[in-house]
Each structure stands twice: as structure tokens, then as C-alpha cells.
């Protein structure tokens, strides 16, 4: 069985394999993102449509330690997708965590492209190329015992990607989507903060994140229509279990608050 196959059976069954990097200590990240791509053929020949790229490992600070001189990214689905913009207060979106092994939760910035990116695109080329922005939760998941795993591991893993949910949409200037650089939030779990986190825990701003990806080997093309969800803004993931709520509470209006229950 090869490593695409364990992989995509994992994620159905809900058990661990051995990390590739474990296998073959040669496992490079290219091997990662080719393992990646039969998983997503395989995966979206039973089906599931793709609705855009995760970013991952975006915190810098880990960048020497992994071996990594950039973020990396994989598939979102629209199987994967839950939609928090009509959810109330007293009745927010939920998301079935008992479908992971070991979900994680993050806070992010969320953006939708009205016009295609391709690889080298620059900065000023990302800011004029978003429809929209919102503040959403990803969650992530590892079939890799104890989230031990490398990049090309996690690359390889669906990205690591387990579901993504969307908060009110905002339509914003460029000028307002590069000031997101330094929006602050605060991130709630059962109504107790649990950390607070910035734009710039990624890679020194959401739009960054994304420049930096297409900047990259093994940068994707980016059709118009693309979500993107451009990393954790507080600098990692965090466990998540059910019944919990989340809530991000942003520290500026541009974009609107989003909660989410786990079930």
C-alpha cells in the first residue's frame, strides 16, 4: 500500500500511520508535496471538490528548527466548509470534532480571491487581488501519534487540513488588507480568554503568508474564487475537545467577531 493510500485510509478510519520522515530519513519536502498531490487526485476522484489552500506553519520562530526557509500549504474542501455568517450569539456554527483523531483549533484571517494568483506574485499584487476577508477558525488534525511530524509530513497529511469555519465576509481596500498586519484578537475558549494573537505571528502579516507561499517551490496556481486560510494568528494551534465553544473577539471593527461550537 503506498503512503497516499495510508494516508487517505487513516483519515477515514480515524487511526495514526508511521510519518513517512520516519521511514526514509530522505523524505524531502518535494517527496511531501508529491505525496500530497496523489492524495488530493485520489481524494477528489471520490468526490470531494476543492475550494482552495490552507497555509501552515507560519510562525517563523520554527522555521530553523523544522528546516524550513518558507510556510507550506495544502487543499481545502468544500466538504470541509461551515458557513458561521447567519450563526447568533446564542446559537453558533458548529463543527464535529469527533470526525478528527487529534483536532486542533486556530484563529485566522480567511480571505476569497476575485482574480487568479500565480507563482512570484508580489505583495501589492495579493492586496489587489482579494474579494474579501473574514476572521474564521481552522482546524487541523495528525495521523502521526502525538503530532510528531516533520513538514513534509504534515504537507503530505492533507496539509494537516480537517475543516475550516467562515466568518462574516468584509470587503476591504487594499491599504485595509495590509494594515491587517498588526489586527489584534483574542481568542476564547468557554468564555475564558486563552490567548491573544496578531497579524503579525504570520510570517509578519496574513497577505505576507501568501506572498511568501507563491514565492516558494512548489507554489500553486490560484484560480479566482480561491479561499485561502492564511494561518494561525496566534502563533500555533491549539487542542480542542467537545463540547467547547471558541470565540475570536478581533481588537478592531474590519473585521466582525466569529464563535464556534465543537460537537
Known sequence: MSIADELIDARRQRTYVTAPTQRERAFTLADGYA????VAKRWQDAGHRRAGIKIGL????VWERVGITAPVWGPIYRDNLIDATTATESNPASFPVTSCVA????????????????PGAGLDTVATSIGWAALGFEFVDCHYENWV??????????GAHAGLVIGPPAVLTPAELLALDTFPIELHADGSVTCSGSGDRVVGGPLRAIAAVLAAPHAPVLPAGTLISTGALTGGAHPVVAPQRWDIAPGRRQLAAVSVRTV
Open 35 to 38: 505525496v500530497a498531490e496523489e
Open 58 to 61: 507560519t510562525n517563523e520562530a
Open 103 to 118: 483536532p486542533r483549533i486556530e484563529a485566522e484571517v480567511i480571505v476569497e480571491l476575485s482574480t487568479e494568483l500565480g
Open 149 to 158: 511530524l516533520q513538514p513534509p509530513d504534515l504537507v503530505a497529511d492533507f
